[in-house]
């Protein structure tokens, strides 16, 4: 698996799914979430709409991935995650690398094989973009080795579940040199 930087917009990325950085409710919201229903149209919000009418009636838990369409987006899916808003007096640390893992899954099971991930809760939910970038690429490169385990005892089920590239979307310049550090302290 081939983890890549950009800095863009996420809405724009050809990869078969996008990661939101949701907010629970799953019905739209500010930053990515926000640009993802706007630009996707229609078909995503009512999807999560019916998501919260059967399977998510109090809303997505928090470390917590769904699918839906992609709707107008360039992308097959949407893979929504509600990341932690971040705390000076609880580690939350571990949901916010739960929401990168449960993505992942969620992507696994689509049989992905390009996903473009935003910096979850790094922006209006307050996290410090170093850590955030941090705990980003570790799980991303952790649940990558997992993955690659994984594929070599089940061979024959290769060509349709390997996800190729995980490729961070990071919208300004400060935020993708942080990834890009990171990235770099992690070996990659």
């Given at each position: 698996m081939r983890i890549t930087l950009v800095q863009g917009d996420i809405t724009e990325q050809r990869v078969d799914a996008?990661?939101?950085?949701?907010?629970?409710?799953?019905?739209?919201?500010?930053g990515v979430d926000g640009a993802i229903h706007r630009r996707g149209g229609p078909a995503i919000l009512a999807e999560c709409r019916r998501l919260r009418a059967t399977r998510y009636p109090d809303g997505l838990?928090?470390?917590?991935?769904?699918?839906?369409?992609?709707?107008?987006?360039?992308?097959?899916?949407?893979?929504?995650?509600?990341?932690?808003?971040?705390?000076?007096r609880e580690d939350r640390s571990a949901l916010?690398?739960?929401?990168?893992r449960e993505a992942l899954r969620v992507a696994g099971?689509?049989?992905?094989?390009?996903?473009?991930?935003?910096?979850?809760?790094?922006?209006?939910?307050?996290?410090?973009?170093?850590?955030?970038?941090r705990i980003a690429v570790s799980t991303?490169?952790?649940?990558?080795?997992?993955?690659e385990t994984a594929l070599e005892t089940a061979l024959e089920t290769v060509a349709e579940t390997a996800l190729e590239?995980?490729?961070?979307?990071?919208?300004?310049?400060?935020?993708?040199?942080a990834f890009a550090r990171a990235l770099k302290d992690a070996g990659g």
């Open positions: 996008v990661v939101n950085a949701a907010n629970p409710s799953l019905l739209g919201g500010g838990p928090v470390g917590r991935a769904v699918a839906t369409t992609a709707g107008e987006l360039p992308a097959r899916w949407v893979i929504h995650t509600a990341g932690p808003v971040h705390s000076t916010l690398a739960s929401c990168y099971e689509l049989g992905a094989a390009t996903v473009a991930l935003p910096a979850v809760s790094a922006g209006i939910y307050g996290w410090p973009v170093d850590d955030a970038a991303v490169r952790a649940a990558g080795a997992e993955l590239e995980v490729r961070f979307v990071l919208f300004t310049a400060d935020v993708h040199a």
